[in-house]
């Protein structure tokens, strides 16, 4: 089951999504709710985005729409 990484063409917040099948359709923004997503190409098994949480695996970033 890979991870893809998407930007929202709407808000630009950046997200990863675990694509559970191949029928899976493309998801949607986590911050606007938009379905304008595009599919981003990432470098393998680096993570460089997330924060440890107290669990031991990593909590994703928080979208914060830019500009202004």
Not at 12 to 28: A, M, T, W, Y
Request: with cysteine.
């Amino acid at each position: 089951m890979p991870i893809y990484e998407y930007i929202c063409q709407d808000c630009e917040c950046q997200f990863e999504h675990l694509k559970l099948s191949v029928n899976d359709n493309d998801p949607q923004c986590p911050s606007c709710c938009s379905s304008n997503v595009k599919k981003l190409m990432s470098a393998g098994a680096i993570r460089t985005q997330g924060i440890p949480s107290g669990s031991g695996g990593f909590k994703a970033p928080s979208c914060k729409p830019s500009g202004g």
